[in-house]
């Protein structure tokens, strides 16, 4: 066992892969913070095969001036003795570049939760301890994904050990490692990924294996991508669109059963008055109806023309106009004026009806707005007839690098690395183009497609699978739901009104089980009614419990030892609460307390004394469990609970005997 100095804080390396983003860090800051390295969790191939490169290496073809003196070419200044018998000619040459941007042609070794391709995640864990270059006396500590298996995990610690030669290792689930975070040992985890979802019910920090879902496909984040492009592809959207919709605010999931704008709202009754005189019933913008009377648009306009002084159509001075000659004129300037009024009071409406718009929070606009972030390479810019010389100009106005001032004396070759750098730097340099775009109510539609139910029917079984009855009610109360894919707006609440509404019993029917009988009633009466018999109550003989002292005496006088008798109502009365008491426990026991259909559901928060996490969100909460259960296991418990494997136990036993019982750490209870 090591001794009590042999791993330190600074040392511990924590690795946590996920499907999308690996975060790593070397180092328990003294307030646990979220991980200071995330990369992507892909690799590419490189030139030879069974080798992996963290970036796209991409080949260019340059040609290159060289300048030769006779036969043999010259790579520096040529005298001018020599300038007769100097040529000149092209070569080209190949020039390998990283891209740091792109994503083309990579690998993701991690899909759904389960490592699809071991040789591409191995050189990602390579590549992760060699960017935090830990020191050979350095711990490790990963946690996996609920999906993987027993032989997963020894063929991770075999790497490890084999690999990197690590003192101490050790692996932890998920689902413990959100345990940890929340300070709870009881807990149904819901842990929303990219591509699946895992839930696992905790009781105790014993995972319960039987009725866990792993690895479940189709309800995770980019799932309600491609929910939202269903949707959208019709209108023109692309599906990097609806991925940055999704990560917008505007982008909501509504509880079940709430109604999206637009529904139901042409039929909704406006003015209840003039619906009553005319059978109008408003638009949906809230516009008064056509009809007589205050707060129409008749009523509106016969004010308007009161107020102004006009009189009425039917008493104008007909004689006069056609006597002046100037009829036609007068019912062009009559017919005008209405045209303006009728313009002027639309523009108004509308401009109404927009303000009332934006006074509506996001659920209940009919269309809102986000603003979409293109990326575009300057190719591509200028292939779409964009000037190539505006993004040369706006990058000229930078201060210029160092490696381009050219000294006086700089060779063709120095000049040669000088562009090539500059022509990389602009090949890899995007430029983004922001534009508004306009959504309508396919924005709160992103879980429309039983995302939700999926999940929730997921719940209700891996809670009904816990053997120990007693803690369903607590499952169904702490649930922890984490993972980037829950970051939608509303995702949380949407799921716990979707559990609500589906196994959530009411307090009222709930009645059936419980008693009724009030508690002063005695034993039943001759006639058999349960009707309250009259207690005599004197100084001598008082019966604080309401109990027939004959009824009393019956059922306990078994109860007294051998040669004595129960004479004292007092030691009877004792007696029987003793056997009273027993009985209820057994019952209590015995009884099942409903299990089945839970009374509350719950959401549990995560502790406030991790300030930096409070902003952070608790999305990634399974790291903050890593460092937790880290400090825990590597420097106060220092190996007492068995908690990791050292070298030597690996030297002795080898992978297969590697964490027997570390799902079942205990370490809060220490």
């Known amino acids: 066992m090591p001794s009590s100095s042999s791993f330190k804080e600074e040392h511990i390396l924590l690795i946590v892969p996920g499907s999308q983003t690996t975060l790593a860090q070397l180092g328990l800051p003294e307030s646990f913070t979220p991980a200071r390295l995330r990369i992507s969790t892909r690799m590419f191939p490189a030139e030879k095969k069974g080798e992996w490169e963290p970036l796209k290496v991409r080949e260019r073809k340059v040609t290159k001036t060289v300048t030769t003196n006779g036969t043999e070419p010259t790579d520096g200044d040529i005298s001018m003795g020599d300038v007769n018998g100097a040529e000149q000619h092209e070569e080209e040459e190949t020039l390998y570049e990283e891209d740091p941007t792109t994503d083309e042609g990579a690998v993701w070794p991690i899909r759904d939760g389960r490592v699809v391709d071991w040789s591409c995640f191995f050189a990602l864990l390579t590549h992760v301890h060699n960017t935090l270059s830990p020191t050979l006396h350095t711990p490790v500590l990963v946690v996996t994904q609920p999906a993987w298996t027993s032989r997963d995990h020894e063929t991770l610690t075999q790497f490890f050990f084999e690999k990197f030669k690590t003192p101490a290792f050790c692996i932890m689930d998920a689902a413990l490692a959100a345990c940890y975070a929340f300070a709870t040992g009881t807990a149904t985890v819901v842990d929303v990924g990219y591509t699946k979802c895992d839930v696992t019910a905790v009781n105790d920090f014993i995972i319960t294996e039987d009725g866990r879902a792993t690895g479940m496909t189709g309800c995770g984040g980019d799932a309600m991508t491609q929910r939202l492009y269903d949707l959208l592809s019709a209108k023109g959207f692309s599906r990097d669109m609806c991925e940055q919709l999704k990560k917008n605010s505007i982008c909501e999931i509504l509880p079940a059963g709430t109604e999206l704008p637009g529904e139901n709202q042409g039929s909704q009754i406006t003015n209840p008055a003039a619906a009553a005189s005319t059978g109008a019933t408003g638009d949906s913008t809230g516009n008064a109806p056509r009809g007589p009377g205050v707060d129409t648009e008749v009523g509106d306009e016969d004010q308007d023309r009161l107020k102004e002084g006009e009189a009425d159509d039917g008493v104008l001075d007909v004689a006069g106009i056609v006597a002046s000659g100037k009829t036609n004129e007068f019912l062009a300037r009559k017919e005008k004026e209405k045209q303006d009024k009728a313009a002027a009071k639309k523009a108004a409406g509308e401009v109404a009806a927009a303000a009332k718009q934006a006074r509506l929070p996001n659920s209940k606009r009919l269309k809102a707005s986000f603003q979409y972030t293109e990326r575009r390479s300057p190719d591509e810019l200028n292939a779409n007839g964009k000037r190539l010389a505006e993004i040369e100009a706006a990058e000229s106005k930078r201060q210029k690098s160092p490696d381009l001032v050219t000294p006086t004396s700089a060779t063709a070759e120095h000049f040669d690395t000088a562009l090539a750098r500059k022509e990389e730097r602009r090949r890899h340099r995007e430029t983004f183009i922001r534009r508004d775009i306009e959504v309508g109510a396919e924005r709160l539609?992103?879980?429309?497609?039983?995302?939700?139910?999926?999940?929730?029917?997921?719940?209700?079984?891996?809670?009904?699978?816990?053997?120990?009855?007693?803690?369903?009610?607590?499952?169904?109360?702490?649930?922890?739901?984490?993972?980037?894919?829950?970051?939608?707006?509303?995702?949380?609440?949407?799921?716990?009104?979707?559990l609500n509404a589906r196994y959530l019993i009411s307090p009222s029917s709930t009645t059936m089980f419980t008693s009724e009988l009030p508690s002063t009633f005695t034993t039943p009466g001759p006639t058999g009614t349960n009707t309250p018999l009259p207690q005599s109550h004197s100084s001598t003989h008082h019966n604080p419990s309401g109990v027939n002292p004959l009824l009393l005496a019956a059922t306990t006088s078994h109860l007294a030892p051998p040669g004595q008798s129960l004479h004292s109502q007092f030691q009877m009365q004792q007696v029987y609460q003793q056997q009273q008491q027993r009985v209820q426990q057994t019952q209590m026991m015995e009884q099942p307390k409903h299990g089945q259909t839970p009374m509350n559901i719950g959401v549990k928060k995560m502790p406030e004394y991790f300030p930096e996490w409070k902003e952070f969100g608790t999305e990634e909460a399974s790291f903050l469990g890593a460092q937790v259960a880290a400090k825990v296991v590597f420097v106060v418990d220092q190996g007492?609970?068995?908690?990791?494997?050292?070298?030597t136990e690996y030297n002795e036993m080898g992978p297969p005997a590697k964490f027997k019982h570390y799902r079942s750490l205990r370490l809060f209870h220490s």
């Open 640 to 647: 007492a609970s068995k908690g990791f494997m050292t070298r």
């Open 445 to 498: 539609q992103a879980a429309s497609g039983g995302t939700l139910e999926k999940i929730a029917d997921a719940i209700h079984r891996s809670i009904l699978s816990v053997p120990d009855h007693h803690k369903r009610t607590e499952l169904w109360e702490s649930l922890i739901i984490l993972g980037n894919g829950s970051k939608v707006k509303g995702f949380r609440d949407a799921l716990l009104g979707t």
